[in-house]
């Protein structure tokens, strides 16, 4: 079955000196929030989020879920994966590289294991897929 | 972005390096009912409807136009095709532009501009559809 999920953002203004909001999403779990050419562009964001932010959030959360259910499916579901996704975007290219780094409790497991088990997440979680035109998507794997 | 047990009985925590926000998330919210968690998909609509605002907002000003106001709104569609799991398919974009000193047609061209301008709309387009409805109301 087919999952559609939703976002409104209105923007006020020109590029540079408007400012935008995510006014609300389906789930309503999250919104207002404040987007701005500054805060993606910029070191220092004010505040505020970007559309990379919320990339780097979504990359994060459909790898730990493809993690966590390929380790569950091996016989070894993680006690807690802390993931973070760190996205580069440079204005006139484009995202230029994404870096993940996984640190797992996983009983019973050894390292390689792990390590095996983040690439395979890495490679098929469905915005890793997504995203395949990114130059580079690092992972830095390892047992906490 | 933090995660507890397994795929389908667990969930997590999706924090932004800004601070601006720290959200709940788990499987069920993606695939079926909300139930007030979010999903990597809403996510990425989030980010596809800032990414393509912003480009708008500029290809409308290269263009001579004032903008006043522009509505974005992107759906985000997970589908489960044939033996590839689950992918993301689609990301469609729904505009309504209120903007000044530019017609109908320059602003469709503002459109077209800013959806190859917008870096995520180029990134997704390799592997799902974009489409992209855009109606300038005044």
Redesign the interface.
């Known amino acids: ?15 540079m000196a ?1 400012s ?1 909001t ?1 006014d609300e ?6 919104g207002p ?3 701005s ?1 500054p ?2 562009s910029e070191e220092g ?1 004010g ?23 390929g ?2 499916k091996a016989g070894n ?10 996205v580069t ?1 440079v204005p006139g ?3 230029t590289r994404i870096a993940l780094a996984v640190r797992g409790s996983v009983p019973g497991l050894d390292a390689d294991a792990f390590r095996g088990a983040a690439e395979d997440a890495k490679k ?1 979680c ?2 890793s ?6 130059p580079e998507i690092t992972l830095d794997a390892q047992l906490a | 972005m933090a995660w507890a047990g397994s795929l389908s009985r667990g969930s997590g925590v999706a924090q932004a390096g800004t601070g601006a926000f720290e959200l709940p998330i788990d499987l069920p919210s993606r695939l079926g009912e909300v139930g007030g968690k979010t999903s990597p998909e809403e996510l990425l609509a989030a980010a596809h409807a800032g990414c393509y605002s912003t480009s708008l907002a500029g290809e409308v000003a290269r263009a001579g136009g004032t903008v006043e106001r522009l509505d974005v709104r992107c759906t985000v569609t997970l589908d489960e095709v044939g033996d590839k799991g689950h992918l993301i398919v689609s990301s469609e974009l729904d505009v309504r532009g209120n903007a000044d000193g530019i017609d109908a047609d320059g602003f469709e061209r503002a459109v077209r501009a800013a959806d190859e301008g917008c870096s995520f709309s180029t990134l997704i387009r390799a592997s799902a559809t974009v489409s992209v409805r855009a109606t300038l109301e005044s």
């Open positions: 079955m087919a999952a559609e999920r939703h976002a409104n953002v209105t923007w006020n203004g020109d590029l408007g935008g995510i999403v389906g789930s309503g779990v999250f929030l404040d987007v050419w805060a993606r964001s505040g505020k989020t970007s559309p990379e932010e919320l990339i780097a959030a979504a990359h994060a959360s459909c790898f730990s879920m493809a993690l966590a259910g380790l569950a579901a993680p006690e807690r994966l802390q993931t973070s996704a760190t975007f290219t484009g995202i098929n469905p915005v897929q997504a995203l395949a035109g990114v």
